[in-house]
């Protein structure tokens, strides 16, 4: 089996890592540089960042992040938001992304994920799904930061990200979402039963068994959290030193 995957997530507003609480009171966290670089050497498997301003005027600052990261941190990147076209892909992996997180703009424009595959790989298109539960075992996608509803179904549009070939699915459940409650477990298992494509869970995590349930209760091949991470009340090394005691396969430092 391979090692399950640790995935801190920084939020970055005008280049500095910020985090609020549903969306206000929104307060700065550090560089995002000196925080990925912290993560790396606490074992994070990978490092993603988000551009909750998500504007064109913020791009050029989110470049100059790329690039400080991926000169100073040894594991892949992956950056989000604002991303409208596949020349956006372009100039975040030519500034030393890894992997890049597309939401909006794919429900808009769902040739944006095949023609990212097609120019760069899939390995590097991550298409980022926010679902909240409308009925038994159904979920709809959210766009513009969770605040209006699509109407698509998320477990189809999993499924047909996948056919347009996303390498990879970052499922963020909004009922879990900073709730500390754990995982959604029911809604992982609703996308990661119908796709063979890697999936992040995120959204909800508080606890370090919440870690291992999800690993142990659904087929996610990552866990991304950030609260928790920044705020100390977690390390990356004691998520995993708790998933190996617990015989679920991690990459140890």
Sequence with gaps: MLAKRIIPCLDVRDGKVVKGINFIGIKEVGDPVECAIAY???????????????THEGRGTML??????AKNVFVPLTVGGG??????FRELLRAGADKVSVNSAAIKNPAIISEAAAKFGNQCVVVAIDGKKTGENQYNVFVNGG????????????????????GEILLTSMDADGTKQGFDIDMLNAI???VNIPVIASGGCGTLPHFTE???KTSADAALAASIFHYGELTV??????????????RMV
């Design 147 to 166: 605040r209006i509803d699509t109407g698509v179904d998320a477990i189809q549009w999993a499924i047909e990200a996948e056919r347009l070939g996303a």
């Design 214 to 216: 999800v690993f142990t």
């Design 83 to 88: 991303i409208r076209s596949a020349e956006d």
């Design 237 to 250: 090394r004691q998520v995993k030193t708790e998933m190996r005691d617990n015989g679920i396969p991690v």
């Design 64 to 69: 100059d992040v790329v690039r400080r990261t």
């Design 40 to 54: 790396d050497k606490q074992g994070a498997d990978e490092i993603v960042f988000l551009d909750i301003t998500a």
């Design 192 to 194: 990661c039963n119908v």
